[in-house]
């Protein structure tokens, strides 16, 4: 089967590289490599692991420099099933769990704070991009009562109103995934909820930009004066 000779494919074992797709329980700490997709929803498996921010460039171009360590570490996890009622009966989905703290700079205050990240999706597996927009969805036109119903099943606590459609492959680029879900869950303009040395004591200074612009009426006020 394609793909079966790579770390997490289709037969299940751990592979020269780590294990990076494993059974039930179980960590890898070192890097994500690319797995057997469809084989990895119809199994069952499993899969946990961290990466550092550094690596996923595509995200961390244009933030600040990201810390080393810990601090700097996505932790992911990934769970593979096969839908068990409804439009999704029988359907390939994957279960992703993305977790990081990355440095990202205030569009208010311009200083740098830690954005926490932590995005639950569920991935149903197509086999084409055709089948991207081909209308099948747990919550499409379809019967009203069963799609309710999967919402709630099928989501196991990940449960989005709809799960997100991703062309599956036998080398499915599982990085690349978790990065997109990191780029996804940074708003475009982050800001504090209340920025460093913001009045306290007023819940709208924070809302306040950094430099504050003179009132029109106090430069009016001043012209006649002057006169």
Not at 29 to 48: C, M, P, S, T, Y
Not at 85 to 108: D, M, Y
Not at 116 to 130: A, F, G, I, N, Y
Request: aromatic fraction near 4%; charge should be negative.
């Amino acid at each position: 089967m394609p793909g079966s000779g790579d770390s997490g494919g289709a037969d299940g074992k751990n592979g020269g590289n780590g294990g990076r797709a494993k059974g039930a329980g179980g960590k890898n700490n070192g890097g994500v490599d690319r797995i057997d997709a469809f084989a990895f929803a119809r199994l069952g498996k499993e899969a946990q692991g961290t990466v550092p921010l550094v690596r996923l460039t595509r995200f961390t171009d244009g933030l600040p420099e990201q810390p080393a360590g810990a601090a700097g570490l996505v932790t992911w996890s990934v769970r593979g099933e096969q839908g068990k009622s409804g439009l999704l009966a029988g359907e390939p989905l994957l279960h992703l769990h993305v977790q990081a703290n990355p440095l990202v700079i205030c569009q208010r205050c311009n200083a740098p704070f830690a954005y926490p990240v932590d995005s639950q999706t569920l991935l149903h597996l197509v086999k084409s991009e055709d089948d991207l927009d081909d209308g099948f969805s747990a919550s499409g036109q379809g019967d009203g009562e069963d799609d309710e119903d999967d919402d709630g099943e099928e989501g196991q606590g990940f449960a989005p109103d709809q799960p997100e459609k991703v062309v599956g492959s036998h080398h499915f680029d599982l990085l690349a995934q978790i990065e997109d879900e990191l780029i996804l869950s940074v708003p475009y303009v982050p800001k504090h909820d209340v920025c460093p040395g913001a009045q306290a004591n007023d819940g709208d200074a924070s809302q306040e930009p950094v430099v504050k612009r003179p009132s029109p009426f106090a430069v009016l006020e001043q012209l006649k004066h002057k006169d």
